[in-house]
């Protein structure tokens, strides 16, 4: 008995994943939620072989969620479904223990391929995304800046360019204000600017944030 | 035979909401265009009561591909469909034409309301994006 978890703020995906996963006759359960918090506590509640993971949900970011599923259910494999494009984040949620990374964009025949892949424990990343990381093997100079970011630097400059202030960001990551300011700070100095216009400017021209 | 074009880049969601509007209208023709160009091209080929629009695409933008729509077809009803709840595009749309606003949190018995209420000649906004506007009403009295 194969069970797969849905965890995304949109009813209208879910409808399509779960719809699409009916395609795999071994599944005989498939949860939803609508939220990262409740994605974790039905990860910790019982197990379940694959958790279909949007990475953008309201609340907690879906990097943190994946980490904490991986620390408490290091055998539940996580596919992690995104709208950015794959090389922007998927080394950095493959990296943090992701078992796979697909956009929303992905053929439905795609999908149901990357969900029988990581069921049987393999990894999957589309051929552009192999491809693209092929290439990229012995060019750390074509590397963006904010390769360099840790994660929750990464976290920071994404929160920073959608608007939000140092204490919504602080209150959200539970982390003081001054943590934050430091964070943005090394932020700043690694990514080459001096300011939120700049930052900003910066995220939307590399497509780290909607 | 109620006949709805969806126009969204996402496979998945296109999927989800041709299974919402089978699951509601087993004889509905849905036809599924996966960016702005494609949609204008099958808006122009078939008789469609109803067009479902995501409003951000590649390509042609789902604010373009409206305005085009409207000027091809202006009794056309076009529901808006985005994971953006700002005033802006909420504004924009139903200024450019469209007959409806429909944020991606919806459920499924929400898109089925809007398009009927769309199909009946009537404007829709989503409940969510209501409650979120009152809100910020009430937050800046």
């Not at chain 1, 974790?40 to 958790?51: H, I, K, Q, S, Y």
């Not at chain 1, 996580?78 to 964009?105: C, I, N, W």
């Not at chain 2, 479902?52 to 091809?72: E, F, H, W, Y």
């Amino acid at each position: 008995m194969l069970k797969v978890l849905i965890a995304d703020d949109h009813a209208i995906v879910r409808q399509g994943l779960r719809q699409i996963l009916t395609e795999i006759p071994e599944l005989s359960v498939v949860g939803e939620v609508d939220n990262g918090q409740d994605a974790l506590n039905r990860v910790r509640a019982e197990p379940w072989d694959v958790l279909v993971l949007d990475m953008s949900m309201p609340g907690r970011s879906g990097l943190d969620i994946l980490k904490d599923v991986r620390r408490e259910r290091p055998e539940t494999r996580v596919l992690v479904l995104s709208m950015h494009p794959e090389d922007q984040f998927a080394v950095r949620m493959l990296k943090a223990g992701a078992s796979g990374y697909l956009t929303k964009e992905t053929a439905t025949d795609e999908l149901v391929k990357a969900v029988r892949k990581v069921l049987t424990g393999g990894r999957y990343i589309s051929a552009a995304l192999a491809e693209k990381l092929a290439f990229d093997v012995n060019s750390d100079t074509d590397k963006p800046l904010h390769d360099k970011l840790s994660d929750r630097e990464f976290q920071v400059l994404r929160q920073l360019a959608a608007g939000r202030t140092v204490q919504e960001i602080a209150d959200e990551l539970m982390l003081s204000p001054k943590t934050i300011s430091t964070y943005r700070a090394r932020v700043l100095e690694k990514l080459e600017l001096k300011s939120n216009a700049e930052l900003i400017h910066y995220a939307i021209g590399n497509k780290l944030v909607e | 035979m109620l006949k709805v074009l969806i126009a969204d880049d996402h496979a998945i969601v296109r999927k989800g909401l041709r299974d919402i509007l089978r699951e509601a209208a087993e004889e509905a023709l849905v036809g599924e265009a996966s960016n702005g160009l494609e949609a204008l091209e099958l808006a122009r080929g078939e008789p469609w009561d109803v067009v479902v629009l995501d409003i951000t695409m590649p390509g042609a933008s789902g604010l373009a591909v409206l305005k085009q729509l409207k000027r091809d077809r202006p009794e056309l009803p076009v529901l808006m469909l985005s994971m953006h709840s700002g005033d802006l595009y909420v504004n924009g749309s139903l200024k450019a034409g469209a007959s409806g606003y429909l944020d991606k949190e919806s459920a499924p018995e929400e898109l089925l309301n809007a398009i009927r209420a769309v199909l009946a000649g009537d404007t829709y906004i989503s409940q969510s994006l209501k409650d979120r506007r009152s809100k910020a009403g009430a937050a800046d009295d």
